[in-house]
């Protein structure tokens, strides 16, 4: 469904990205871990539009969209729930709700993908005049990816959902990313630090490090791989 | 004390001509983080767009007016998103020094072409709206100070249904407050960016036209102070806040008017100025505005 092949991207001098390539196939929950500057986010960045690669291409369904800005792929199917979420801080969860949908035309579709939201994350209808600068971390987390579920994607990228949220919500935002997938048949990209929940959700893997990368194959053999659990999972026994 | 709510009067529609250029100067720092200087001009070729589209209406009727009126803010709304779209879209990205110094040149670029083209010389402003006096208790109030104080409310509230209640309005807030997270869901901010250049523009062809018609002389430097103290008016309202610089607007006009008729009348033009140094020393967020921090 995506095709990333040998992407660089640089910020001015910096090279954040050195010839990323991979696939993610239509239905799947594909990750993508590594440490902090490891160039995460910014290949979902690139992906998303919000960043031109230096070289390289991003196929999606076929076709490329290495230079469309970014709202045409949204108006694709592609989206993103970026890193530290982004809510729309003064607009209401109602109005971040709707900005969501902000592509579509057909009310009845709107209001249906509304229900949707709501079946995932009861707790954004009891909150729907609060101000979404106001919300939890967690809350926050929901609205984000709720927003993003407004727009009828086929395609989500998820840019660390479990950064700065209670343990206990990070199960629950983790079982909804599942549910999406199964329910909705929505593929999804999963960006995480957090390599062991991301690893036990996820279908394949792709470990980045310094803008390459460095390791791949299905999660389950990745959990295993003595060399990653040194790096990434604290070397501790399989859970 | 009726001299008291006279001059309350005059500095309200003073004000509400204050509040209308204030807006724009705060919706387009809103989503681009800028002072947008030839907003001021902008205002004066409401003026003039509107002494040039008097000729071709009958003087002196409601229907007339406003239609020099509307079609002002027309040829505004289009010269402000023009502006946009050659001077400043080129530069998006580039540090915002270089921005606002664009901003000057494009500011100066309007106040010169102007005195090529209307020459220097003031030149009265026509009638375009019926003029009479009406007696309120023992105020007399002239119709044009009604007609400001009208027609700057009609276009508030509209603004604020514009802003509030439609779909281009909630992203121009979104892409106020957050321009990626408005690309990513599919907002071309382009397109909010020029269409608030166009609106800010169109109020203020109306405050040119309303103020024209309240000092009948209009020549190409006219948008210089008033757009200097609605700039004022934006930052004590608190910059990039909607309603903030509707109020700071009336505020500064009505304090205006106040020094004017007092004894420090010679002051009447430093006091605005001088607001403006005690809000960036007590208070540079202004009344209304508070910088918000964003959870992460
Ligand atoms: N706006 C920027 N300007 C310059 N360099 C940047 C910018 N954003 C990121 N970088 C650099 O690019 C590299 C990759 O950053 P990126 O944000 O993609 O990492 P990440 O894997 O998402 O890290 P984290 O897990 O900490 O979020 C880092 O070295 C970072 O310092
Ligand atoms: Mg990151």
Not at chain 1, 5 to 22: E, K, R, T, W
């Amino acid at each position: 469904m995506l095709t990333v092949s040998d992407l660089h991207v640089s910020y001015g001098a910096i090279n954040a990205l050195s010839g990323v390539s991979f696939t993610i196939p239509q239905g799947a929950i594909v990750t993508l871990i590594g440490g902090n500057g490891a160039g995460k986010t910014t290949t979902l960045r690139t992906i998303s539009g919000l960043l031109r690669p230096r070289s390289g291409s991003i196929l999606f369904r076929g076709e490329s969209i290495t230079t469309l800005p970014a709202h045409t792929i949204v108006a694709r199917g592609l989206c993103h729930v970026p890193e530290g979420r982004m809510v729309f801080a003064n607009l209401s969860v109602d109005e971040n709700l709707s900005m969501g949908a902000y592509l579509l035309r057909d009310r009845e579709r709107i209001a249906r993908n509304r229900e949707f939201v709501f079946g995932v994350f009861p707790r954004l209808k009891e909150r729907l005049r609060q101000t979404a600068g106001t919300l939890s971390g967690g809350e926050q987390q929901m609205l984000a990816i709720g927003r993003a579920l407004m727009g009828d994607p086929t395609f989500l990228m998820l840019d660390e959902p479990s950064l700065g949220i209670a343990p206990r919500l990070i199960a629950t935002i983790f079982e909804k990313i599942v549910e999406i997938n199964r329910s909705q048949g929505i593929t999804i990209l999963l960006v995480e630090q957090n390599a062991n929940l991301a690893l036990e959700v996820s279908s394949q893997a792709y470990v980045l490090e310094t803008g390459r990368v460095v390791m791949q194959g299905p999660s389950a053999e990745l959990r295993d791989d003595p060399q990653l659990r040194a790096t990434y999972l604290g070397g501790g026994p399989v859970t | 004390m009726t001299e008291f709510l006279q001059q309350l009067l005059n500095g309200i529609s003073l004000g509400a001509i204050y509040a209308l250029i204030a807006l724009g100067y705060t919706m387009v720092y809103g989503v681009l983080r800028f002072i947008n200087f030839a907003h001021s001009d902008v205002f004066m070729v409401g003026a003039f767009a509107g002494y040039y589209l008097g000729r071709h209406v009958p003087a002196g009727t409601i229907a007339g007016g406003l239609a020099v009126m509307l079609g002002a803010m027309v040829i505004c709304a289009i010269l402000g998103m023009t502006i946009e779209r050659l001077a400043y879209r080129p530069l998006r990205g580039a540090p915002t020094l270089n921005v606002l110094i664009t901003a000057i040149g494009v500011s100066l670029f309007l106040e010169y072409t102007g005195q090529l083209i209307f020459g220097a010389t003031p030149r009265t402003f026509p009638q375009i709206f019926p003029v009479t006096t009406v007696q309120i208790g023992g105020l007399s109030v002239s119709s044009n100070q009604l007609l400001v104080i009208g027609v700057a409310l009609v276009l508030m509230i509209g603004l604020q249904l514009i802003v509030f209640r439609t779909r281009i309005g909630t992203a121009m807030r979104a892409v106020s407050l957050n321009p990626n997270a408005a690309r990513l869901v599919g907002v071309n901010n382009d397109v909010v960016i020029s269409f608030t250049f166009g609106l800010g523009s169109a109020l203020a062809a109306a405050g040119g036209i309303l103020y024209a018609m309240n000092y009948p002389s209009i020549d190409p430097l006219m948008g210089v102070m008033p757009g200097l103290k609605a700039f004022v008016a934006a930052i004590l309202g608190g910059i990039g806040n909607i309603p903030g610089a509707a109020l700071g607007g009336l505020l500064l006009g009505t304090v205006e008017t106040f020094v004017a008729g007092s004894a420090f009348s010679t002051y009447k033009d430093a006091i605005a100025f001088a607001i403006l140094i005690v809000i960036l020393l007590f208070r540079p967020a202004g009344l209304l505005g508070r910088f918000v921090a964003e959870k992460v």
